[in-house]
């Protein structure tokens, strides 16, 4: 990664200036640099699921963690935490009293959106949203606008030139034959892509695909489908991360999986209204014997519960409360039922819909839940911007779900940092860690206690006989990059008021 956002400027403005004005660099960056930064008597979630500890004072310089030490009159029992760094004056310092930090969110599964309902969104939209919720990186799985697009906008989040998280571009990967599939990854590998999103395809060209990606060195995160092939064959061509659940269950029926007789795939009412069947069809000792093949080979599994949520509830995904201040008119059309689009299927869905869904999550949450106890890798992501989705909201509802699954609030929280980052290859982020990046997010609630406090609209709790409101990230804090996230959010408030109004 590295070596790609490294690439000349000349580069860079050359890919720029032949984009579409939607992909076009969104507005300058909005978040400030700082040198040396403090941030003392703060409560600490590491990441890699320990206890909180603190108060303590983090040291910041130059984007990384130089210092973790308990507060002033502070004294802890047990190993100490680090060397206190040489003194010097801080350039910056916030102060942590009743605050809490962890490491920044890292999304798996995120993309990059310039247009939903046929209509242009604002350039940093999206991004804003990321931010906003604490998320410091984002894989980019299948660059929807282009590879070109996202790896420039990867060099310029990297620079600090545009407000965005860390951009991690992979391209979509797909071709009719071997020798063309070949061909089309050594191109990819050259624009910039540092891994790949490969969905349907022949067995013969999937061989190829596993095999060129290994000789170019760009991992693979697949999406499986309803295919030729399954997870066992994804883990055994090397596949680094399943999405969603494609091809886990599908290994372990034994056969093809039940439809009635009207199915059809490129219905999307029918693919989803079925998929919701899927898990019960699986049997349950073939299931475990895919999910050990997957920890054998090594097998990130991304699961994005949220994205699939309103297919339990789709009333209560169409009124969730941030939809009012946050969601643009083109998002809330792009929701909307229609068959042209993906993921707007809900023109007939019914109460036994939402039901066998539930049924489904049950046993699909079982077995991810499983998969981790087994030592297999889960990771958070989110996908949205589809099925009633808004970015950064979808993230942390990806949060809920996973404790819905079982995971405790630490095993959550170390699913979206720590291991994010292994899954990755990011040797320096995911962990509040001497000589580590500073990628974090500050809240005034512990997130540990209810993560609904990392929602852009917080939540309101009972304080002195009273109820006052907490939450909303306050800080978010990006290889040492200061964004105040309430300014985010008052502008992402501000533009979705002006649409609506019509006005600019």
């Not at 590879?147 to 990867?154: C, G, N, S």
């Amino acid at each position: 990664m590295t070596v790609i956002l490294r690439r000349s400027l000349a580069l860079v403005i050359t890919l720029l200036a032949a984009l579409p004005l939607a992909a076009q660099a969104p507005t300058p960056s909005i978040g400030q640099k700082v040198g040396r930064l403090l941030i003392t008597n703060i409560s600490v979630i590491d990441g890699m699921g320990n206890p909180l500890r603190g108060p303590l004072d983090l040291t910041i310089e130059n984007g990384r963690i130089i210092g973790i030490q308990p507060s002033r009159d502070q004294e802890f029992s047990g190993s100490t935490i680090s060397n206190a760094p040489a003194q010097r004056a801080a350039d910056r310092t916030i102060d942590g009293t009743g605050l809490f930090v962890m490491p920044g969110i890292i999304d798996m599964h995120g993309h990059i959106q310039f247009t939903r309902g046929g209509k242009p969104l604002p350039k940093d939209y999206v991004y804003k949203l990321w931010l906003a919720h604490g998320i410091t990186t984002v894989r980019e799985p299948g660059s929807m606008d282009g590879i070109d697009t996202v790896v420039a906008h990867a060099k310029l989040s990297d620079e600090n030139r545009i407000n965005a998280p860390t951009i991690i571009p992979y391209a979509t990967a797909g071709a009719a034959t071997p020798a063309e599939a070949r061909a089309l990854i050594r191109s990819l590998k050259a624009k910039g892509a540092v891994g790949l999103k490969v969905f349907i395809n022949y067995p013969d060209v999937w061989q190829a695909i596993a095999e060129e990606s290994r000789t170019q060195g760009l991992p693979i995160a697949t999406d499986m489908k309803i295919q030729y092939a399954n997870a066992i064959d994804a883990a055994r061509w090397g596949v680094r991360s399943i999405e969603h659940w494609y091809g886990i269950p599908d290994a372990a029926i034994g056969g093809r999986q039940e439809w009635p007789e009207t199915y059809n795939y490129d219905n999307e009412l029918d693919r989803f209204r079925w998929a919701g069947d899927l898990w019960r069809q699986a049997d349950p000792a073939r299931l475990s014997a895919v999910l050990d093949t997957m920890i054998a080979h090594k097998v990130t599994w991304d699961p994005t519960f949220a994205i699939y949520d309103a297919n339990r509830d789709i009333t209560r995904a169409r009124n969730q409360p941030w939809m009012k201040d946050y969601a643009l008119p083109q998002m809330l059309e792009h929701f909307e039922a229609d068959p042209a689009r993906h993921g707007s299927y809900f023109f007939d869905w019914t109460t036994a819909d939402e039901i066998r869904w539930r049924n489904n999550y049950r046993i699909w949450m079982q077995a991810v839940r499983e998969y981790s106890r087994r030592g297999g890798n889960v990771t958070v992501g989110s996908d949205a911007g589809f099925i009633w989705q808004l970015y950064g909201f979808c993230t942390i509802r990806e949060l809920e779900l996973q404790q819905e699954a079982g995971f405790t609030p630490l095993e959550v929280i170390r699913n979206a940092t720590y291991n994010g980052a292994q899954a990755l290859g990011l040797q320096n982020t995911g962990v509040i860690r001497v000589g580590f990046d500073a990628d974090l997010l500050i809240v005034d609630a512990n997130p540990l206690h209810n993560f609904k406090v990392l929602y852009a609209t917080g939540v309101e709790v009972a304080e002195g006989g009273k109820m006052v409101h907490k939450g909303g990230v306050k800080f978010t804090i990006k290889k040492g990059i200061v964004f105040d996230a309430e300014a985010l959010r008052a502008d992402l408030r501000e533009t979705v008021r002006r649409a609506r109004e019509g006005t600019r």
